[in-house]
């Protein structure tokens, strides 16, 4: 198990760009896939990038492809997620997950999450 933080989020207006930091603690996450959820109020929670331990395969959910990229250096045990072209339908809590597999599955995988970071987009 990793612990994880996440940071980045803000206020933002339709259109803009932000970019998530999610940086492990206690642990190397060198063996870790790393993936981001997310979850608005009332709503249920929703997969939005994953990424392998190489980095050379990343997934995304429908609702963020061509807008949204995932990123990991694992140097400095962070994963990153690039935010652009944002609308206010991304209005959530994002939250940073880990598993200790090659590849991101599912939340069902995850072993490790943050405590979530709110992006509020408006418009």
């Known amino acids: 198990q990793v612990q994880l933080v996440e940071s980045g989020g803000g206020l933002v207006t339709a259109g803009g760009s932000l970019r998530l930091s999610c940086t492990a603690s206690?642990?190397?996450?060198?063996?870790?896939?790393m993936g981001w959820f997310r979850q608005a109020p009332g709503k249920e929670r929703e997969f939005v990038a994953g990424?392998?331990?190489?980095?050379?395969?990343?997934t995304y959910g429908d609702s963020v492809k061509g807008r949204f990229a995932i990123s990991r250096d694992s140097a400095k045990n962070t994963v990153y997620l690039q935010l652009n072209s944002l609308k206010p339908e991304d209005t959530a809590v994002y939250y940073c997950?880990?598993?200790?597999?090659?590849?991101?599955?599912?939340?069902?995988?995850?072993?490790?999450w943050g405590q979530g970071t709110q992006v509020t987009v408006s418009s």
């Open positions: 997950a880990g598993q200790g597999t090659y590849y991101f599955n599912s939340a069902a995988a995850v072993d490790s």
């Open positions: 206690g642990r190397t996450f060198s063996s870790y896939a």
């Open positions: 990424i392998s331990v190489s980095g050379g395969t990343r």
